[in-house]
């Protein structure tokens, strides 16, 4: 009789890890925030990213970066700002990243203050 072992799914924003020890991840800090917060995102290889913004409908508000990027650790701000340059109102924002290595988005709430 041998072990039976069964691989945990993955869930949205968990860490995965790949055979050099890098880490795919999505956070933001500080969160609650008013005028400026970071979001910190890693990969395990090259990949297309896109990180969005989402207001509590579920309508893009902006687009903070498309592009590729190399396996390891990225960092971009966000001001709180709409594609136009709107400053956005108090509420819960939603912050999604997509590449084109994952099927499943890791997404990170937001809590806005004035």
């Not at 968990?14 to 956070?27: M, P, T, V």
């Not at 409908?57 to 709107?86: A, D, E, F, M």
Request: a positive charge; one cysteine or more; glycine letters at 8%.
């Amino acid at each position: 009789m041998g072990l039976n072992l069964i691989k945990k799914p993955t869930i949205i924003g968990e860490i995965q890890r790949n055979h050099h020890g890098l880490k795919q991840f999505l956070k933001v800090n500080p969160n609650p925030f008013n005028a400026e917060t970071t979001i910190e995102y890693g990969l395990v290889e090259d990949a297309h990213v896109e990180i969005s913004v989402y207001n509590s409908l579920g309508q893009c508000v902006t687009t903070l970066y498309r592009g590729w990027n190399s396996p390891g650790t990225h960092k971009i701000s966000w001001k709180r700002s709409s594609t136009g340059g709107k400053s956005l109102a108090t509420g819960i924002y939603w912050i999604r990243m997509i590449s084109d290595r994952d099927t499943i988005p890791y997404v990170r709430k937001v809590l806005v203050l004035n």
